[in-house]
């Protein structure tokens, strides 16, 4: 298997982006952190900052939303041709209708769940995503540890894709670093964000391919 690392800017110098992006030229995705006070105690940037982020990266763009009123709002990050647009289980009545819109403006669409939501809940939405994030931190802030427990999530996850023979990749968020990124992966984690991990070193892109290896020995 190949692990997709994203590089997660929420811990990057926000005043920036465009020399933190140089930075982290290796990375498979860049992880997008959109976040409102609302949804999450946190609030980052919203729609006109990513959409000059997709002009300036090489890399393709997985924008993860922690925002309420996501049905209004998850489609115009996907018209501004992001890779993935990602939103909360939580956080909208219509997972699959969401999922189906944003892939019909080009873009692929993921479902997060927290760490204390049932992935039962969501079975039968799998099969209309191309991502599912199970957070391994509550989200909202970057440099928490991993949640031990959210790593059973990710492995009933892993089952059920497997069984139904879905394309859906499973990511992981929060936590994630050269000690934990092997657990993730061991539970059957393919994609994997890392801020503070990937922004703490001095060779980014080095640390990336350290994290990537890491996560490749599991499988
Ligand atoms: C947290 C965000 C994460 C965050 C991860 O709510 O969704 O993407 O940047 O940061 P680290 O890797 O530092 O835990
Ligand atoms: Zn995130």
Sequence with gaps: MSA?????????????FDSELKT???SDLIHVDVMD????????????????LQELSTRPLDVHLMIENVDKWAIEYAKLGVFSVTFHAEATAEPIALAQEIRRSGSRAGLALKPKSELAEYAHTLQHLDQLLVMTVEPGFGGQPLIPSTLDKVAAARKLIDQSKLECWLQVDGGIDSNTI??????????????????DSVDRNQ???ELRALAEQQT
């Design 4 to 16: 997709r690392i994203c590089p997660s800017i929420l811990s990057a110098d926000f005043a920036n």
């Design 207 to 209: 640390r990336i391919r």
């Design 182 to 199: 092997a657990l993730a992966a061991e539970a059957g984690a393919d994609t994997f964000v890392a801020g503070k991990a990937v922004f």
């Design 24 to 26: 982290i030229s290796e």
């Design 37 to 52: 006070n609302h949804f999450v105690p946190n609030l980052t940037f919203g729609l006109a900052t990513v959409k000059r």
